[in-house]
């Protein structure tokens, strides 16, 4: 997913802003957070919905796939995580803005959404579908891994976030190093969901192979923007911006080396993100 010449850069890069968050963590995010920034909590509310949704599709790409190869089984499987992937975007969305119970707004629009997506996908041409396919399993593989990784270094590291610290002065700051283990749920700052779920449209230049080399620098901007904003919000420390993006980066280069997804760059004369597969039965 990420060119070779850019891994060791992005390496390189991590590193060293761990180094400085071993050394101003705090200070980072203290600084940031002296004025308000009313773009970053649009971020906030709204930063999660793009991966969330985006994962829709994919699930929706998944059930044309079963749905050709008339495998019904996995269909019904493939569109039941659209619904639930629907449903949690809009849910976390929506409850940014009413305190009160959202889910009977939010159940209808998701199971509209899920619906005009999978009426979109159904359209589409079999070679679309059977070439796009792989690259659907990839994106939710990596989407589910990603959610379930971060949300357990959460709990065990039980991290404080800033405007916890601010809000409690009976709470204390930890370095990104200590584990604190499981305590309340509200202590999870480190790694940055949002920065980790927003790293997770990268992996939508791999639908467009010949847009790539301006679309990835478009979604680098996306991701960049996210992690800031939730640096200037108080919600998280540099660390834990780096981690989360830094996971499912990992992760995506994971599920996209499985399932043999070929990445191509701008200068290939074969445009498909895919080789030729032959028709096979649906696997999910």
């Not at 929706?60 to 639930?84: E, P, Q």
């Not at 940014?96 to 005009?116: E, K, Q, R, V």
């Not at 919600?235 to 830094?246: E, K, M, N, R, V």
């Not at 290939?268 to 030729?276: I, V």
């Amino acid at each position: 997913m990420i060119a070779s010449k850019l891994r060791p850069r992005l390496f390189i890069l991590y590193i060293t802003g761990m180094v400085l968050a071993t050394l101003f963590d705090f200070q980072i995010t203290d600084f940031l957070t002296a004025r308000q920034h009313s773009w970053a909590i649009y971020c906030e509310t709204l930063g999660e919905a793009p991966a969330l949704l985006f994962t829709v599709f994919n699930f929706s790409i998944v059930c044309a796939y079963c749905r050709k190869n008339k495998s019904l089984i996995h269909f019904a499987l493939s569109f039941l995580g659209s619904l639930i992937s629907s449903m949690y975007a809009f849910e976390r969305t929506f409850s940014y803005h009413a305190n009160t119970n959202t889910l009977p707004l939010s159940l209808p629009i998701s199971i509209g959404f899920s619906f005009i997506l999978l009426f979109i996908c159904l359209r589409l041409s079999g070679e679309s579908i059977q070439k796009y396919y792989k690259i659907a399993l990839a994106c939710i593989g990596a989407a589910i891994s990603t959610l379930i990784i971060i949300t357990s270094i959460k709990l065990l590291w039980g991290r404080v976030r800033y405007r916890q610290l601010a809000a409690d002065s009976t709470l204390a700051f930890t370095d990104w190093y200590i584990i604190n283990g499981p305590g309340q749920p509200m202590h999870a700052s480190f790694p940055s969901g949002h920065t980790a779920n927003a790293a997770i449209i990268m992996m939508a230049s791999l639908y467009f192979p010949k847009q790539k080399h301006w679309l990835q620098p478009l979604l680098y901007a996306y991701i960049l923007l996210m992690a800031v904003s939730r640096l200037c919000v108080g919600a998280h420390f540099l660390s834990d911006i780096l981690t989360g993006c830094a996971i499912t980066f990992l992760l995506a280069e994971f599920w996209v080396h499985k399932f043999k997804v070929s990445i191509w760059s701008k200068n290939d004369q074969n445009n498909s993100p895919l080789p030729a597969h032959p028709q096979t039965e649906c696997s999910i």
